[in-house]
């Protein structure tokens, strides 16, 4: 009777445990973008990621963190159901984080560019035709397997020689944009906006000077010439093709869902 006693007692404490486990970042899985309509999405503050799912989800619900990671790790930890942030971004996290997807299905779809002053029309065409020739002979589709693997982290930045001949070309950056412009273990800013950035200057016969500074701060450097260029993960949109030239877009991504897998 006892040793009956004792399975019972030990069977009672495995069904407590799953159930404690099943209630701490478990929950049901999500596949499809429809299913999350009035449920609470991980959003950073002071981005407008909300306002987008509320265009596309009008009864959602917010819990406000510090950026895109907080955002997955509540997730991640149950705290929400879903985050929602630029489509790569999330993707670089997600690779990272075993557990956590990203839906296929987008909230919003945005196309990202490099900016340019209004009348800087050369580097915009010597922009879009290197991001051409790169397309046509696969290196560009290799820097989307580099920058954003499957699983794992981003691999290390290639070396550009370049020459300088023709003076310094001035990038803009926010370095807080991974896997597009951000730091790596050695403090340097690398990244896909930044290898794109040095393919342009070896193309014009230029040294790449990378200049960082808040994301807020990129379009008004362009605009006063404190930069030639910006380049972090810049959404193109029609206010801001009122203050600066954009290049065609060279990446496709928006706004999207994470969730547990």
């Not at 955002?71 to 956590?100: F, H, Q, T």
């Not at 877009?249 to 547990?260: C, D, E, F, Q, S």
Request: net charge negative; charged share 20%; aromatic share 8%.
């Amino acid at each position: 009777m006892r040793r009956l006693w004792t399975v019972s007692l030990l069977l009672l404490i495995l069904a407590v445990a799953a159930l404690a486990v099943a209630g701490c970042g478990g929950g049901k899985a999500y596949t499809d973008i429809s299913q999350l309509a009035d449920k609470t999405f991980a959003v950073p503050t002071g981005t407008v990621a909300d306002k987008l799912v509320l265009s596309t989800l009008p009864n959602a619900k917010f819990k406000y963190v510090d950026d895109a990671l907080a955002a997955c790790l509540a997730v991640k930890d149950g705290k929400a159901d879903a985050a929602a942030y630029d489509l790569p971004i999330l993707k670089n996290i997600a690779a990272k984080n075993e557990g956590l997807t990203v839906l296929p299905q987008m909230i919003t779809n945005d196309d990202y560019g490099f900016a340019f002053a209004l009348d800087n029309t050369d580097l915009k065409a010597t922009f879009d035709s290197v991001v051409g020739s790169l397309k046509a002979d696969g290196t560009y589709a290799d820097m989307e397997k580099r920058w954003l693997p499957d699983h794992g982290n981003p691999a290390a930045m290639p070396q550009i020689a370049l020459d300088g001949a023709n003076g310094t070309l001035k990038l803009g950056t926010a370095a807080v944009t991974e896997p597009f412009s951000f730091k790596d273990s050695s403090g340097a800013v690398v990244g896909f906006d930044i290898e794109l950035a040095g393919y342009v200057a070896k193309k014009l016969g230029m040294k790449l000077e990378i200049v960082e500074m808040p994301f807020g701060d990129l379009i008004s450097a362009v605009q006063s010439g404190s930069v030639d260029m910006a380049g972090a993960c810049i959404t193109i949109t029609a206010e801001r093709s009122k203050s600066v030239l954009f290049s065609a877009a060279y990446y496709k991504g928006g706004i999207a869902a994470l969730v547990r897998q």
